[in-house]
C-alpha cells in the first residue's frame, strides 16, 4: 500500500452518531453501539495496518451518564464482552490497551476488568490504543492539577503536561469527529491544542477503512506550522529607536 506522505503518529476519534445509526434502522441506540464496536474494531486493525503508532478513542464520556440507564448499562455491558471478546486479537495484532478517564464510578467488576486487559496486553508494542471511558479533558486538566496541589508542586505546562492522563503518548496529530457534528465536545481538550482536526458526516458504524484513508491523506495536505510561519522564519528589520 502506498503510504501518504505524513502520516499521523497518533489517531483520536470521536465515535459519534451510533444513535442515529440505530434509529435510522428502528433499532434500540444499544444496537447502534454494538455497531460502533464493530467499527471500531476495522478501525484497530486498519491502523496497525497503516503503521498509526497511537489511536485514541472516545467511548463513554462524562457527560454521558445523564443518558437513560439503559443505555448507559448497555455501554458498561458493551464493554465488558468486549474486552472478553477482543483480547485475544488485540494481542495477535499487537496492541496494547490504556483505559482513560475516571474509574472511581465504574463497577468494581468493570474495573477489574479493564486493568486485567490492560496488564494483558502491557507487553504489545504495535499500536497503543487508548479507549477514554468516563474522561472528561476538563475532569483530566484538574485531576491534574489537584494531584500536583496534593504533592505542593509548582503547576506549569511541563509539570501539568507529565501529570495528565495522556501522559504516556504524544499529543494527537489527527483529530477526527464522526456523526457531522463540528465541535470537541470535552474531548482532549489539553492534549488537542495543535491537532488537526478532521470533520466527517458519516456516522460511526459507517465509518469503514476508506472513510479513515480519506482522514488519513486530508491530514498529509494538511500543513502544520505550531503557532510558526509557513516559510523559514524571516529576521525582521526593526527601525531603529533613538
Ligand atoms: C456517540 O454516539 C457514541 C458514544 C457515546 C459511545 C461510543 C461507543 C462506541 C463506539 C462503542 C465502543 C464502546 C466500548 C464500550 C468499547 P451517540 O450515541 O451520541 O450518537 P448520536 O449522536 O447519533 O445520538
Not at 43 to 60: D, M
Not at 207 to 220: N, P, Q, R
Request: aromatic share 8%; hydrophobic share 40%; net charge neutral.
Amino acid at each position: 500500500m502506498t503510504q501518504p506522505a505524513s502520516l499521523p503518529h497518533h489517531i483520536a476519534i470521536v465515535m459519534d452518531g451510533n444513535g442515529r445509526w440505530a434509529t435510522q434502522r428502528y433499532l434500540p441506540r444499544v444496537a447502534g453501539h454494538k455497531q460502533g464496536v464493530e467499527s471500531l474494531r476495522r478501525c484497530v486493525r486498519a491502523s496497525v495496518e497503516r503503521g498509526i503508532a497511537v489511536l485514541t478513542v472516545f467511548a463513554f464520556s462524562s457527560e454521558n451518564w445523564n443518558r437513560p440507564a439503559e443505555e448507559v448499562s448497555g455501554l458498561m455491558e458493551l464493554l465488558a464482552v468486549a474486552l472478553g471478546r477482543e483480547v485475544p486479537q488485540l494481542q495477535a495484532d499487537g496492541v496494547r490497551l490504556h483505559f482513560v478517564g475516571d474509574r472511581t464510578r465504574l463497577s468494581r467488576k468493570v474495573s477489574a476488568g479493564l486493568a486485567q486487559a490492560e496488564l494483558a496486553t502491557a507487553h504489545n508494542g504495535r499500536l497503543t490504543l487508548n479507549v477514554c471511558f468516563n474522561y472528561g479533558g476538563r475532569w483530566d486538566i484538574a485531576q491534574a492539577a489537584a494531584r500536583l496541589a496534593a504533592q505542593g508542586r509548582p503547576i506549569t505546562e511541563s509539570s501539568l503536561d507529565r501529570a495528565m492522563s495522556m501522559a504516556h503518548v504524544p499529543d494527537p496529530d489527527l483529530l477526527i469527529r464522526t456523526g457531522g457534528e463540528q465541535r470537541i465536545s470535552n474531548f482532549l481538550l489539553w492534549q488537542a491544542a495543535y491537532s488537526e482536526l478532521y470533520f466527517s458526516e458519516r456516522l460511526w458504524p459507517d465509518f469503514d477503512e476508506a472513510a479513515l484513508d480519506g482522514a488519513i491523506a486530508a491530514f498529509g495536505r494538511r500543513e502544520r506550522r505550531f503557532g510558526a510561519t509557513s516559510g523559514p522564519v524571516e529576521t525582521q528589520q526593526l527601525p531603529q529607536v533613538a
